[in-house]
């Protein structure tokens, strides 16, 4: 085939055509228009550069849609191209997007734009949002806005900063009641809530979990929350071994609990292995963390109100009785 044909199937069949044909559903919560998720039962792939490219977050594996075709059916090039043709004029779900795309590159840079947003602070859109919607504590969100790990976004929304080694801000989260996204042009590394020389770290998947995690063990001593922001990056799998080979560090994988959780707590214990620390499974029982924090506090609620129910009316004394 010449090259010119090569370059119009490229042009002609995207590659969510492939994952959809192949049975690959798109996960909108987990996506934004430069990164879409496609999930078939525990395998993954992130679509990029508008159809044309494509990654494996939890492996080294991406291209275009030829040896997309190879990745997923095992197949040799030639009988790819054969695969790719035969969706030709497949047309894959056009999602519905929450916030439009601007194709203009930010005129600031990373750090700039983080500088140029104001921290949260009670009282504020992205305050109610992390304290009345996510159920994060306010001691906990005042620990993470006191370490300069968090800025308000646009709407309410919360920015999550993840840092390098030297805590230089190199990108974040950013969720929001209908938003969910991060930085464009940023990097993910590792959000990192506690105590930087800690020997225990719970390395959570999103910087909500991390934070609701914190939530719930009141901010352990000698912990260090973290979040890899969904992703796998070379910078976040390095960052992750600086860590495990310090002494006496114990690594708990304290991602989801799902096959994607599991996925990733299977690389964090080979990570461990390698680096010789100690490792530990922790899973919610809830899908995620703060599903977990918000069925806590609702536990909680109820229990309380059964015993406000349970006391005596305020006319009644002890040892009184009706006359009946």
């Not at 998720?37 to 993954?44: C, D, G, L, P, T």
């Amino acid at each position: 085939m010449e090259k010119a044909d090569l370059e119009e199937l490229r042009r002609k069949v995207p590659c969510n055509a492939v994952l959809e044909d192949a049975g690959f559903e798109l996960d909108l919560k987990e996506s934004t228009r430069r990164a879409m998720k496609y999930r078939r039962a525990s395998e993954i792939i992130i679509v990029i550069h508008g159809g044309k490219g494509w990654f494996d977050p939890l492996s080294d594996a991406k291209g275009d849609v030829f040896s997309l075709v190879e990745h997923l059916d095992g197949l040799p090039f030639a009988a790819a191209l054969y695969v790719v043709a035969d969706l030709v004029g497949f047309t894959p779900c056009e999602p519905v997007w929450t916030r439009e795309a601007s194709d203009r590159a930010p005129d600031l840079t990373i750090t700039e734009r983080w500088q140029d947003r104001r921290k949260p602070r009670p009282g504020s859109a992205t305050w109610r949002y992390l304290r009345d919607t996510r159920h994060v504590p306010e001691e906990v969100i005042r620990n993470a806005v006191a370490a300069n790990l968090l800025r308000e976004g646009p709407k309410g929304s919360m920015w999550a900063g993840h840092t390098d080694d030297g805590g230089h801000v190199t990108g974040w989260e950013e969720r929001g009641p209908d938003w969910r996204g991060f930085a464009t042009g940023g990097a993910k590394v590792l959000f990192r809530l506690g105590q930087s020389d800690a020997v225990r770290l719970c390395v959570t998947e999103a910087a909500i979990d991390a934070m609701s995690l914190a939530a719930m063990e009141e901010l352990r001593a000698n912990t260090l929350y973290l979040s890899t922001g969904g992703g796998w990056a070379p910078a976040t799998a390095e960052a992750l071994r600086t860590y495990a080979s310090r002494p006496r560090v114990h690594l708990v994988a304290a991602t989801d609990n799902n096959a994607q959780g599991e996925t990733y707590a299977g690389r964090l214990r080979d990570l461990a292995a390698e680096a010789g620390s100690g490792f530990e499974r922790m899973r919610p029982l809830a899908e995620d963390w703060n599903a977990e924090l918000a069925r806590n506090q609702e536990a909680g609620r109820r229990e309380n109100s059964k015993e406000d129910g349970c006391r005596m009316p305020a006319g009644r004394l002890k040892g009184d009785a009706s006359p009946g």
